[in-house]
């Protein structure tokens, strides 16, 4: 499957690993949940990047203690209308402070990807070779939100603020409206 990233089109460095297979030394791999829970501080030890398949039934807090060990979570879409895993991601991001990989895969739409990095995502698996593209640009297209959101991008309003804030003093007095880009009438 492609792997959008960054709005890129990029390799998956990382391996899936079966259960009951062996976990490579020093190559990025990824397990299944039940995998990480019974194995953890063994799986955590290893030499090289650490991932987890992580179901969208089951709660992240699970993963709390192994966060810290963990390269990427990688939550699952099983269809494209069960949304548990925005969820699941704006939790690991803002409740559990992972600042690791965050993949969304399984059922994804286009219209969906810009939702899934509001929500902290940032790389997903694309089910369709030809979706591929049309993800990466969607990356691009817009630049400013109304909304906070789990990755960190600053509100329009906020923006507004800091830029208010950061001009000279003398356009703060009568002139600030304009300053931080709202327009006013006093008519």
Do not use: C
Not at 75 to 82: A, H
Not at 129 to 158: I, K, M
């Amino acid at each position: 499957m492609p792997l959008v990233k960054a709005g890129r089109i990029v390799k998956d460095r990382y391996v899936r690993v079966a259960d009951g297979a062996a976990a490579p030394d020093g190559v990025p791999v990824i397990v299944a949940a039940n995998r990480l829970l019974a194995e953890a501080p063994a799986l955590t030890q290893r030499d090289g990047p650490i991932g987890v398949l992580w179901p969208n039934d089951r709660k992240v807090a699970e993963l709390a203690p192994w966060l810290d060990h963990l390269s990427l979570v990688a939550l699952v879409f099983p269809k494209f209308r069960d949304g548990r895993a925005y969820s699941q991601a704006r939790l690991l991001r803002e409740r559990y402070g992972f600042r690791g990989e965050l993949r969304a895969t399984g059922d994804i739409l286009r219209d969906q990807f810009l939702f899934l990095i509001r929500a902290g995502f940032d790389s997903l698996e694309v089910r369709k070779a030809a979706d591929a593209t049309a993800f990466a640009e969607a990356v691009g297209r817009y630049s400013v939100f109304y909304q906070q959101s789990a990755n960190g991008w600053t509100p329009a309003a906020r923006q507004r603020l800091l830029r208010a804030a950061a001009a000279p003093a003398s356009l703060n007095h009568s002139g600030a409206g304009e300053a931080s880009g709202l327009s006013f009438s006093t008519t």
